[in-house]
């Protein structure tokens, strides 16, 4: 673009920041409190508490800004609330529940007693009391994407220009595209997707193909179960994503774009939707950018649901109007995508990684994580683990230090087991991986993947042929059924996995797993059926004894395998008066025996787990025995006692 | 389009720059097997997998119907891998289809056949039990019967169909339910099939047949 009007373009930019800046001043010249209310957020009462902060506000007649925030990331803690306080450390408070958020704000703001008890730690350091950087999991976090998110109104464009927001855009705007593009690729930025593919290639490939139409893709379909990455970034900092698309636009030359958002995320299309329209009103997208001759302009396209249609192809058809179902790759989208024409696609992620690049610089990017895979890597912890919600820590942080520093270890004092990395297609890797680095090349080369960043820790209780079945059970059932292996490949799969579950598992089905993952893996068109077999192959690898011992001896290790089990009452145990478990059986399968001893009839039990919670902890006498013809061989012991 | 030299399993082969190389093959008298390609459509369907072949230069065995011919390309149809993925690839569509050769309009001329004939494959499972789907015969039409139990997706009766200008048939449902049917799966008789036959000769099996007017 012509040099003569960078002027205008900072001037433009100057003027809207500066009105942004003063709005944010005084936004910070009275007590401030923020309240993390993203989906995770309300799902744990974040609107109710927001609710209870006014009304405490009005109450006391106190003149104090209240704003309804995106997720920081600590969503083991919701509800969360910082309080900025003029004068006091800054501090954010979790497990705010029902009452204390009213009397965090009444003893904060009237007496400045900043309610110690409830703060998970402070935002800035201070001399009283410690901020997130001074625990285990400050210590691996280096967040970069996620550093707004939490902090600033994702509803209101100001904050997001206050600190610092589209100002990368606006050095795009300065520099070629050419430029933009060497940038991103020396930065080595691999794409979030879950392919890892580099970006500032994948722009570059757009760039320079033929055609003057040209468009760029933001994919938010986000369609792993328990994955919620993209979606808190586009609650919690839309503009950001917005930011990182214009540029990609620039980069690769084109002129429109979309958000391809899943239609079951109603508060995220709520939110880009509104930052879209602000960015407008701004001057910041449409014709003719901040005064420069650059047009860009994003829509909205809401995506039906279906897993595979955030496949790049699919989601592309489904754009279309087909049937959201995968094409044979090459040509690659960047070269022929939406309309036959070149289209960028890229992640939530890798596309709000880029105004910090262009920002910071290339090599800054590069002094986060690893060679080849530099920058931080996001994670959605679940499963069994404490400190369940979004970590930001740089590549090469080990699978360790994420589990026990960050998420502070296994929940219930259980032992670890093995994590489930990369979403349904991700692999189960055992404690003798937990020192893999995370990175793209080390995660695939130990038998899973990076994904999309689900993480799901699992403990001694969960069993591995199970694990696998349910990851298969979803991926066979999100299949398009376009390609025989995956069609057909996963089927099979499924059936001898479910079959082993039932403890109707043949000898020479392991092989014949081993060979269908192999072969689905080999002979599938797109990378759902290239991926599916990930969870059956690395637990084979790893735990193939226990799909032995379900196999050969009818025997489930976890005790999780319902048709493996048995529930039975240990007699030394049992209290005999309490009655606990009998009040608590559907099936009125507990009778008293001539001592008052509980005894469970196996024939009635339909297995429900109640009378193993109810039976109350200073006796434990309920316990799960397996196989279940155990449990007749201890009744025979016992009755010869 | 430039004329091209490719090598076919150690055979020299003219082609024109840009021929799909499937076609290549077969037009040369070398036989490859495959379900899905069709010479009319721009895009390959790529999704019956039995088309692999050993590219030089390319790590992994890739579909003949994806290929685009350029001069010097060496190409091997049969390799260990190759053959294994086949054959699996084969199975699996077997263990899916309701085998019944001595009552099919297409015996004889079944392309599931010809497959198991140049590549020395099993028509019956060997392996993998059989999945039943359970799907009707539908008979609803003058001159069309269509098993969809014998149906192996390979699209050729949908494009046929929408070719005759009449455009009946369409894939629908996902997964292991995807099936050829009608719109909102009205029985053929009731479709607006006036049975053209064009599917039954586009069908590679004995899915689509016709019969005899009653
Ligand atoms: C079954 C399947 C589902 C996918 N789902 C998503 C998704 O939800 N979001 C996403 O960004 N990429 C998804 N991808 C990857 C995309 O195809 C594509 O590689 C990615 O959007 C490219 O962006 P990136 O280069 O920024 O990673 C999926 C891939 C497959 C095979
Ligand atoms: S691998 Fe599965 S999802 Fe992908 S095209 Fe084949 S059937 Fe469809
Ligand atoms: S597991 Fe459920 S059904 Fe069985 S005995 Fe206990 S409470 Fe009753
Ligand atoms: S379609 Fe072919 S393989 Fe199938 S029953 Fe008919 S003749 Fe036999
Ligand atoms: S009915 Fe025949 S032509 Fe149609 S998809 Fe099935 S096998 Fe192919
Ligand atoms: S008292 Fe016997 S099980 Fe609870
Ligand atoms: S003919 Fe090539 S995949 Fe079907």
């Known amino acids: 673009m012509g040099n003569n009007n960078t002027a205008v373009v900072s001037a433009a930019f100057e003027q809207l920041k500066a009105a942004a800046q003063q709005k944010w001043e005084q936004l910070h010249s009275k007590p401030l409190i923020l309240v993390g209310a993203a989906t995770c957020g309300r799902a744990a009462g974040a609107l109710s508490l927001l609710e209870e902060v006014k009304t405490e506000l009005q109450k006391l007649q106190l003149d104090a800004t209240v704003l309804e925030v995106g997720c920081m990331g600590h969503c083991y803690a919701e509800p969360v609330m910082v309080i900025y306080n003029e004068g006091f450390p800054t501090i954010c408070y979790g497990y705010v529940k029902e009452g204390v958020g009213a009397r965090i704000v009444r003893d904060y703001l009237t007496e400045g007693d900043p309610g110690i008890e409830f703060a998970l730690a402070a935002i800035e350091p201070n001399d009283f009391f410690p901020t997130f950087q001074d625990f285990p999991r400050g210590v691996y976090e280096n967040k970069i994407v996620m550093e707004q998110c939490g902090f600033i109104d994702p509803r209101d464009i100001d904050h997001y220009l206050a600190t610092g927001g589209y100002s990368a855009l606006v050095k795009a705007l300065e520099t070629t595209p050419e430029e933009i593009i060497e940038t991103v690729k020396a930065s080595g930025l691999r794409g979030r997707g879950g392919a890892g593919f580099p970006t500032g290639v994948k722009w570059e490939t757009c760039r320079n193909s033929a055609g003057d139409q040209k468009y760029v893709i933001c994919n938010a379909d986000e369609g792993d179960p328990g994955a919620f990455m993209d979606r808190t970034i586009l609650e919690s900092n839309p503009h950001l994503l917005i930011e990182g698309l214009a540029i990609a636009a620039r980069a690769a030359g084109a002129e429109k774009g979309y958000v ?27 014709k003719s950018i901040l005064g420069s001759d650059f047009n860009f302009d ?202 082993i579950t039932k403890g109707r598992g043949k000898p020479e089905d392991i092989d014949m797993l081993m ?111 397996s196989p279940p013809y155990k449990v007749a061989e201890m009744e025979q012991e016992r009755g010869k006692k | 389009m430039s004329e091209i030299t490719i090598t076919i399993d150690d055979r020299q082969i003219s082609a024109r720059e840009g021929d799909i190389l499937l076609w290549a ?73 309701r085998l019944d050769c001595k009552n099919c309009a297409a015996n004889g001329s079944c392309e599931l056949q010809r497959i198991a004939k140049e590549r020395k494959l099993r028509l019956k499972p060997k392996n993998l039990p059989a999945l039943e789907r359970d799907l009707p015969v539908d008979s609803s039409a003058a001159g069309i019967l269509y098993d969809p139990g014998k149906c192996v997706l390979c699209g050729h009766c949908v494009l046929a169909c929408r070719s005759s200008g009449r455009g009946i048939l369409g894939f629908t449902r996902r997964g292991y339910e995807r099936i050829v049917t009608t719109f909102g799966d009205a029985p053929l008789g009731e479709s607006g099939c006036d049975s053209c036959g064009a599917c039954a000769g586009a069908c590679p099996v004995g899915a689509f047949s016709t019969r005899k007017a009653r």
Not at chain 1, 413 to 442: H, R
Not at chain 1, 518 to 533: I, M, Q
Not at chain 1, 564 to 587: F, T, W
């Open chain 1, 260 to 286: 391809y958002i899943r239609a079951e995320y109603p508060l995220a299309v709520e939110r880009v939707a509104l930052a879209v329209q602000t960015a407008k009103e701004k001057g910041l997208l449409g």
């Open chain 1, 298 to 499: 994003i829509e909205l396209f809401q995506g039906s649901g279906a897993f595979v249609c955030g496949e790049e192809t699919a989601l592309i058809a489904s754009m279309e109007g087909q049937p959201g179902i995968p094409r044979h790759r090459p040509p690659f989208p960047a070269i022929s995508g939406l309309w036959g024409k070149p289209t960028v696609i890229n992640n939530v992620k890798s596309l709000s990684y880029v105004p910090y690049i262009i920002n910071r610089g290339a090599e800054w990017f590069r002094s986060n994580g690893t060679e080849k895979s530099p920058g931080t890597a996001i994670f959605a912890l679940a499963g069994k683990v404490v400190n369940t919600g979004l970590a930001e820590v740089p590549m090469s942080t080990t699978l360790r230090e994420l589990i026990f520093d960050v998420g502070s270890g296994i929940a219930n004092g259980k032992n670890f087991k093995a994590v489930q990395i990369g979403g349904p297609s991700g692999g189960c890797l055992p404690e003798e991986a937990l020192d893999t680095p995370i990175d793209f090349d080390s995660l695939t080369k130990a038998g899973a993947m990076m994904g999309s960043g689900g993480m799901v820790v699992l403990d001694e209780n969960d069993c591995m042929v199970e694990i696998a079945r349910f990851f298969l059970d979803f991926t066979q059932k999100e299949s398009c059924g376009k390609c025989t292996f995956c069609r057909l490949g996963t089927k099979h799969m499924l059936d001898i996995l479910e079959r």
């Open chain 1, 515 to 625: 060979e269908l993952a192999s072969k689905v893996r080999e002979g599938s068109l797109c990378n759902l059926g290239k991926t599916a077999p990930n969870p059956v192959l690395s637990t084979l690898k790893y735990f193939r004894e226990e799909y032995e011992a379900h196999i050969n001896e009818g025997r489930c290790p976890s005790l999780m395998c319902k048709d493996l089990i048995a529930y039975y009452i240990l007699p030394d145990k049992c209290e005999r008066s309490c009655d606990a478990c009998v009040g608590s059986c559907p099936v009125e399968a507990i009778y008293d025996n001539e001592d008052r001893i509980k005894v469970i009839n196996q024939e009635k039990c339909v297995k429900c787990d109640s009378c193993m919670v109810a039976c109350p902890p200073q006796y434990k006498a309920v316990i799960k025995v």
């Open chain 2, 25 to 97: 093959a077969l037009d040369n008298g070398v036989y490859i097997p495959h379900l899905c390609a069709h010479r009319e459509e721009e895009h390959p369907s790529a999704s019956c997998r039995l088309c692999f072949v050993e590219m030089q230069g390319r790590p992994m065995p890739v579909p003949a119907c994806t290929v685009k011919v350029a001069d010097g390309m060496v190409v091997s149809t049969r390799s260990e891998r190759v053959d294994a993925l086949v054959a699996a690839g084969f199975e699996l569509i077997m263990s899916n289809h």
